[in-house]
């Protein structure tokens, strides 16, 4: 496996220099685009890595993720009514959807629809950034995850169209906590900083049936976890998930730090990361990688 994941790296490397750092986030167009990473957790506890799996970076939409499996342990069935499950086929920080929709998000990992987790983890947390950070720091197994302060501070400081969402689904009536509290949140979520290594070991109970094995706890139930999955496969990818389904044929999430996850069901968990972004996105190298390997490995969930 890390024979493979090196002749990947060298295969996808030259295509840094064909996309664009993401510059929306003012502190996130500092990155140094001349990065790539994959990492591998395989379901009996293995590591495989290529490039610079060790180098934290902005996880960003990743953190949806997180986010959601916590608020399915926490909230039942009755969560679905406040957000869809269906793919918005639309850009994920688009304001349009949401107002002929009365201010229901099409799924969890759209902007909007993060922002609704959000608002639901504020409702069931005293301190919702400290719940989350606990949560990321213990299944990935590594007290030292931190949120890197400075994103966070641009993110709010550059706010004016999470808020709008947020502001526009308070007035639908499906927001129930201060707007101006849960952005603060999701943005220190986003803004958390983790390496591949971290996130494949993180992301394992998603290709273990919802058990973490390292730190042995059942973090979903089975079926629970089938949901998460296929919510991923379906709008992890902005809006490339149908390309991303079709090409890579995996459950997964990105996020515009460039970093992407993806699950093989009952085999192991992946990260790859690579800064520069593609037109919808994501990250241009990162997506070349995962097609390579999961051509490699000749698996994908639909058959
Ligand atoms: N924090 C970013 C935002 O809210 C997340 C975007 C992403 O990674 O898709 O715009």
Same mark, same amino acid.
């Given at each position: 496996?890390?024979?493979?994941?090196?002749?990947?790296?060298?295969?996808?490397?030259?295509?840094?220099?064909?996309?664009?750092?993401?510059?929306?986030?003012?502190?996130?167009?500092?990155?140094?685009?001349?990065?790539?990473?994959?990492?591998?957790?395989?379901?009996?506890?293995?590591?495989?890595?290529?490039?610079?799996?060790?180098?934290?970076?902005?996880?960003?939409? $990743?953190?949806?993720?997180?986010?959601?499996?916590?608020?399915?342990?926490?909230?039942?069935?009755?969560?679905?009514?406040?957000?869809?499950?269906?793919?918005?086929?639309?850009?994920?920080?688009?304001?349009?959807?949401?107002?002929?929709? *009365?201010?229901?998000?099409?799924?969890?990992?759209?902007?909007?629809?993060?922002?609704?987790?959000?608002?639901?983890?504020?409702?069931?947390?005293?301190?919702?950034?400290?719940?989350?950070?606990?949560? $990321?720091?213990?299944?990935?197994?590594?007290?030292?995850?931190?949120?890197?302060?400075?994103?966070?501070?641009?993110?709010?400081?550059?706010?004016?169209?999470?808020?709008?969402?947020?502001?526009?689904?308070?007035?639908?009536?499906?927001?129930?906590?201060?707007?101006?509290?849960?952005?603060?949140?999701?943005?220190?979520?986003?803004?958390?900083?983790?390496?591949?290594?971290?996130?494949?070991?993180?992301?394992?109970? +998603?290709?273990?049936?919802?058990?973490?094995?390292?730190?042995?706890?059942?973090? +979903?139930?089975?079926?629970?976890?089938?949901?998460?999955?296929?919510?991923?496969?379906?709008?992890? +990818?902005?809006?490339?998930?149908?390309?991303? *389904?079709?090409?890579?044929?995996?459950?997964?999430?990105?996020?515009?730090?460039?970093?992407?996850?993806?699950?093989?069901?009952?085999?192991?968990?992946?990260?790859?990361?690579?800064?520069?972004?593609?037109?919808?996105?994501?990250? +241009?190298?990162?997506?070349?990688?995962?097609?390579?390997?999961?051509?490699?490995?000749?698996?994908?969930?639909?058959?």
């Amino acid at each position: 496996m890390n024979e493979l994941l090196a002749s990947i790296e060298q295969k996808v490397r030259p295509l840094i220099g064909q996309g664009k750092v993401a510059n929306y986030i003012p502190a996130l167009a500092n990155v140094n685009p001349n990065q790539f990473a994959i990492a591998v957790y395989s379901n009996d506890g293995q590591v495989f890595q290529a490039g610079q799996a060790s180098t934290n970076f902005s996880i960003q939409s $990743i953190s949806k993720v997180f986010s959601l499996a916590l608020a399915i342990k926490h909230n039942g069935e009755e969560m679905w009514q406040r957000v869809g499950r269906e793919p918005s086929g639309n850009p994920f920080n688009s304001l349009a959807q949401l107002e002929y929709e *009365a201010g229901v998000p099409r799924n969890p990992f759209i902007n909007a629809g993060a922002l609704v987790i959000s608002d639901m983890n504020q409702s069931r947390f005293a301190s919702p950034h400290y719940a989350m950070r606990e949560f $990321i720091r213990r299944l990935a197994d590594n007290p030292n995850i931190r949120t890197d302060k400075v994103v966070a501070a641009s993110e709010y400081e550059f706010r004016a169209r999470n808020a709008s969402m947020a502001y526009l689904m308070k007035a639908f009536g499906n927001f129930d906590n201060d707007v101006e509290a849960v952005l603060h949140n999701y943005f220190d979520s986003c803004a958390v900083s983790m390496n591949c290594i971290d996130l494949a070991k993180a992301f394992s109970f +998603l290709a273990n049936k919802g058990y973490s094995k390292h730190n042995n706890e059942q973090v +979903l139930t089975p079926k629970e976890t089938a949901h998460v999955n296929s919510l991923l496969a379906t709008s992890g +990818l902005y809006d490339e998930a149908g390309s991303f *389904a079709y090409h890579v044929g995996l459950p997964g999430k990105s996020g515009v730090g460039g970093g992407i996850i993806a699950i093989v069901p009952n085999r192991f968990s992946v990260c790859v990361w690579s800064p520069e972004l593609n037109k919808s996105g994501n990250s +241009l190298a990162g997506i070349a990688a995962l097609e390579a390997l999961s051509e490699s490995i000749g698996w994908s969930v639909f058959g």
